[in-house]
């Protein structure tokens, strides 16, 4: 619960009827990156905002909304929490607007229980969704899958990975699967891809992620080698050459951190001038890759790049 992460606030408390006091002062508002989002009732922002959602959070005293109309301060002083959810907006696929309303849509409708939820999310497309779902786990799933990085479009595949090792989804959410690499092994990982309907290096990521789910191997990544010029998504151009790494490697490409808080798309058309089936052919999550800009759109925040373009 956010209340959790507000009494670690200097002067946070929440009293006895639920409200949330700063140094003794009532919040009478809580904003998203500076904006009004959840009306006039803290309260509920409180008790249903995911903290996971939350980069940072601030207080402050402003003037009254009275007072910033008028233009006259009538010395009434509000105080106001601020929430910064850019963590969220950084997922590939969503910008500013979607990631609002995942958290709108988690505080109307309680934790998603389910990846396939997030589809209900307004204004969250067919193609974002395809885009972010390997990035976003749902640790209250029944399914373990989705709190995997196996994307949704792979699920068949790891069940029918399971089947073939003797294995089960409840082996994987009890961590019953040390024996599972060997297993393959033994039964030969091109034989077994073949019959899962997989190429050798995906079957690979399915084991890795069955292996440990829960986990977020970004976390244990490099940072980007950055330029020092490139700071925002609207300081790039297209032509620009930049050098970035590799976050996440998925059958339609790869996402690049380039340094700008929204990971870079590399189509699999644009990863190498030769044909690949998988872009896990040529790259691995974690290298350090230089790349072209090919398009950039500020208003949904798509950054498109290349690989084989770069010199």
């Not at 601030?58 to 008028?70: F, G, H, I, V």
């Amino acid at each position: 619960m956010l209340e959790d992460l507000v009494k670690q606030l200097p002067g946070g408390e929440i009293d006895g009827d639920g409200k949330l006091l700063i140094h003794g002062k009532e919040v009478k508002k809580i904003l998203v990156d500076g904006k009004e989002f959840f009306t006039d009732d803290p309260k509920a922002a409180l008790k249903n905002l995911p903290v996971e959602m939350v980069e940072k959070l601030k207080a402050y005293e402003r003037k009254s909304d009275l007072a910033r109309l008028t233009g006259i301060d009538d010395g009434d002083e509000e105080m106001i929490l601020d929430l910064a959810v850019t963590l969220l907006q950084r997922v590939a696929g969503l910008n500013g607007t979607t990631a609002k309303n995942v958290v709108s849509y988690r505080e109307e409708n309680g934790a998603f229980t389910s990846r396939a939820q997030i589809k209900k999310v307004p204004k969250l497309g067919p193609k974002a969704f395809q885009q972010c779902a390997g990035f976003l786990r749902v640790p209250e799933s029944r399914s373990v899958l989705d709190n995997t990085a196996v994307h949704p479009e792979s699920y068949e595949a790891a069940k029918a990975l399971l089947a073939l090792s003797g294995h089960t989804l409840a082996d994987v959410k009890e961590g019953k699967l040390s024996d599972l690499p060997a297993r393959i092994k033994a039964y030969g990982e091109d034989k077994a891809a073949g019959e899962i309907g997989v190429g050798v290096p995906t079957l690979r990521d399915i084991v890795s992620e069955l292996l440990k789910p829960g986990r977020d191997v970004r976390d244990e990544l490099p940072k980007p080698i950055l330029r020092t010029d490139v700071l925002e998504l609207k300081d790039l151009k297209p032509g620009m050459e930049l050098t970035g790494t590799v976050r996440n490697v998925i059958d339609f490409g790869v996402f690049v951190d380039i340094g700008v808080h929204q990971d870079g798309l590399v189509h699999i058309s644009q990863v190498a001038d030769k044909f690949i089936k998988h872009p896990s052919e040529v790259v691995s999550v974690g290298d350090v890759v230089k790349v072209v800009v090919l398009e950039v759109d500020e208003k949904k925040k798509r950054i498109s790049l290349s690989m084989k373009q770069a010199k």
